[in-house]
Structures are given as C-alpha cells and as structure tokens.
C-alpha cells in the first residue's frame, strides 16, 4: 500500500466511531420531543411524518456507507460496485438535509411531502404490476387490492396538500439531481459544491451498469480505433476516498440537523 493509500484509507477509519453510533440509533425508533420543530411538522401528514422520512433517509445513507466500510475492511476496493453503494448513501443524506435543511416549517413540511408522494408513487408502481397476477380467489386477495387503493387515496391527498415553497412550485415532484444541487450549495463551498453535482453525474454510471464513468479511473487504456479505447479499471482506494468523505460529511450534517430539530 502505498503512502497515499494509506492516508486514505485512515481518513476513511475516522468515520468509523460516527458510523457505528448512527447504526446502534438505527436499531430503534426515534421521535421528535414534544415542542420540537419537527413534533410541530408532524401536522402535514402524520401517516409518515417529515422526521420519519428523514429518519429513514439517514438510516439509508448510514447502512450503505457502512457496507463500503466492510467491504473497505475485507481488504477489497470494487472500481464500480464500491462507487455505486456510495450513490445510494449520497440519495439518502441528500434527501434527509433537503427536508431538514429549512428553517421554515412550511419549506420542512413541502419538502418532506414531496418525499411521501414518490414513496407512494413507487409502491403503487411495484402494486399495480403484480396486480394483472393476483388470484382473486385467494382468502387475502381483496385485502391486498384494497390496500393498493389505500395507497392510491393517500397519495392523492398528499399530493393535494402540496404548496409552493422555497425552491418548489406547486405541482413540483420530487427530483433527485435538483435535491443534490440544493444540497450540495447548503452544505459545501461553492467549488466543493460543484464537485458533488459532477460527483452525481459519475454515480449514476456506476447505478446503471455504464462504463463511460470509469474512463477516468481507468489504469490503463488501448486505443483500438473509431475514437474508442479498450482499457482496464481498477479500485482506486485514494478516489474511493474522497468520495466517502463527501457523502460521510453530508450524512453527518443530517444526523445533527435531525437531532436539532428534534430538541424540544
């Protein structure tokens, strides 16, 4: 291992301590204290209230970062795997300070309604293609249709609650690289803020099984032609690095934006 390696691997272990208490708070459910700003949010939609949806955001981003920690500890670095974990830890701290970043109930509350309306969203897709499959004549079938219809009612009355709001119109649906955009600029520095909007962009790459992201980790290259080049990429544990950090530093801004809004 080289000097560098191991300076980034070290930077990653400082994490470690943070990770390990946002896992054990994970375990349990946590609620705001009454007299909170969030206890007060709660009115908007009490069926998954805007701590909840932080709540479990944060969750998401802790348990992906600490799956690139195991993976990191068992001595192996994925030059595309590793990179696609820390995109789904990068959606779930974006989301989690895009509703708790706002001072304004009102900005908490739209934001957090935004979230709920694509959860709905998603669980009815997931609904509505087992459906045409479902034997009507099983014992729990009508009660698993009625709750697809459930689904349906909640989602059209969080919808209906929607509002303008800093940053949002009032028929604005949730939108992933916007969410990073408006993150990227409460939490860092200008410049550092670009990097994660650009950092987004090589993730979704990694997500989607594409390979044009890997070109500049590539370790070596061999031009075959037509502007093309057959080359090989291997983990880059300095790169790996950085971009657990910047995720890490935006996860912990919403554990302590969850629990400052949870103090009564």
Request: aromatic fraction near 8%; charged fraction near 25%; hydrophobic fraction near 45%.
């Amino acid at each position: 291992m080289t000097e560098d390696e191991q300076d980034a691997l070290a930077s990653i272990r400082l994490a470690y301590e943070d990770l390990d208490r946002w896992r054990a708070r994970s375990r349990g459910v946590e609620r705001p204290e009454p007299g909170s700003e969030l206890a007060g949010d709660e009115a908007v939609w009490p069926y998954l209230d805007p701590a909840e949806v932080a709540r479990q955001s944060l969750v998401s981003a802790t348990q992906h970062l600490n799956l690139a920690r195991a993976a990191i500890e068992a001595g192996e670095v994925f030059p595309t795997a590793h990179f696609s974990v820390l995109r789904g830890a990068l959606v779930g701290s974006s989301m989690a300070v895009w509703v708790l970043g706002p001072d304004s109930a009102v900005d908490r509350q739209q934001r957090a309604l935004r979230v709920v309306e694509e959860f709905y969203k998603r669980a009815l897709q997931y609904h509505d293609d087992i459906r045409p499959h479902v034997d009507v004549s099983h014992p729990d079938a009508a009660q698993w249709l009625d709750a697809g219809e459930h689904m349906r009612r909640r989602r059209a009355e969080a919808r209906a609650r929607w509002s303008a709001a800093d940053g949002l119109k009032e028929g604005q649906a949730l939108e992933m690289t916007s969410i990073v955009r408006v993150v990227s600029e409460f939490v860092f520095a200008p410049q550092e803020a670009l990097n994660v909007r650009l950092l987004w962009r090589q993730l979704s790459g990694d997500a989607h099984a594409l390979t044009w992201q890997l070109v500049g980790r590539s370790s070596h290259a061999q031009h075959v032609g037509g502007g093309m080049a057959e080359f090989a990429a291997g983990g880059d544990l300095v790169e790996l690095a950085d971009v657990f950090g910047k995720v890490f530093s935006l996860t912990k801004r919403g554990w302590s934006l969850f629990d400052r809004r949870c103090e009564g």
